[in-house]
């Protein structure tokens, strides 16, 4: 079965940001370490596939409501020795997690869907459910409740890439593995740097994009991203994966993929003034993800 086709920036707090002392269950799933990157995709869809089969409101909860046991054991973990050195400060101590929060995540879509869905589409779903508006956010609201840190530790896109998160990573330090086709569960295209690195570059640029644009557009995305980032320990790692969308690629032009560099340049031509470059690298940037969009409206 393909992977969704979506991509993902993760944040893998220290192990003591998750309890103190942490869950018994939570200490077994990070040293049994079952959950990689390239299941997680699959993992949420096959959890709300099952959910929306038995009847459930939200993927990943109990026919009472409660969140299932998974809650606490679908975790990613990974090892500080895996995120580049940082100049504002290292990763760990070790090992890193990222809950999956797929119950939680699953109850923000529904609520941002209620609150900005047409009057007849939202009611369309509410008559189908069976529920009414106030008991689905007082269940929305309690599987939010479920978060560590107060913030999801993972962001996700579907079909594309949001240009700003590349800001926060250091386009040489890109991850590259082809595999053996598009669909290797090892095939894989990402970046990974220290919180403390992501919060400056965000800090950095965010002024850059603010006094050039404005808070609209891709300055208002790197604020609320820097927003999220002030949510978690300063000794986390940020990780920003192509997950399912590698899929779409083939291996010619993920291995010949230039965004992160582009974006960078293009930070370098706002600095400089530099107009007909500054165009030039939007046009390019553009022509390459215009494919995807393309893509998702002929599904």
Known sequence: MPRPFAAYLRVYEPLLALGDPPDERLLEAVEAARLDRSAAGLREQ??????QHVGRLLPAELADGRPSPSLITDVLVLDPEDVPEGEHGDAGPGPLVC???????????????????????????LDAGGASLDMIRSRAKSAID????????????????????????????????????????????????????????????????EATFGDSGPGRV??????????????????????????????????????????????????TGNVDELAELFADLRDFWGDLAARERAN
């Open 46 to 51: 096959a959890l709300w596939l099952k959910s």
């Open 222 to 271: 790197l604020l609320e991203t820097r927003r999220w980032l002030d949510s978690f320990h300063p000794g986390s790692a940020v990780e920003l994966d192509y997950g399912g969308l590698v899929q779409l690629f083939a291996d010619s032009i993920l291995q010949a993929d230039t965004t992160a560099e582009e974006v960078h340049d293009i930070l370098d031509a706002l600095r």
């Open 146 to 209: 479920d978060l560590t840190a107060g913030a999801s530790h993972t962001l996700s896109t579907t079909w594309t890439v949001p240009l700003p998160w590349f800001v926060l990573f250091d386009p040489g330090m890109r991850r590259v593995k082809l595999g053996k086709g598009r669909h290797d569960p090892e095939r894989e295209v990402s970046w990974r740097v220290s919180i403390a690195d992501a919060r400056h570059r965000a800090r950095e640029v965010g002024d850059l994009l």
């Open 99 to 125: 809950p999956m929060e797929i119950r939680a995540r699953s109850a923000a879509a529904l609520v941002t869907f209620l609150g900005d869905a047409h009057p007849a589409l939202r009611n369309s779903v």
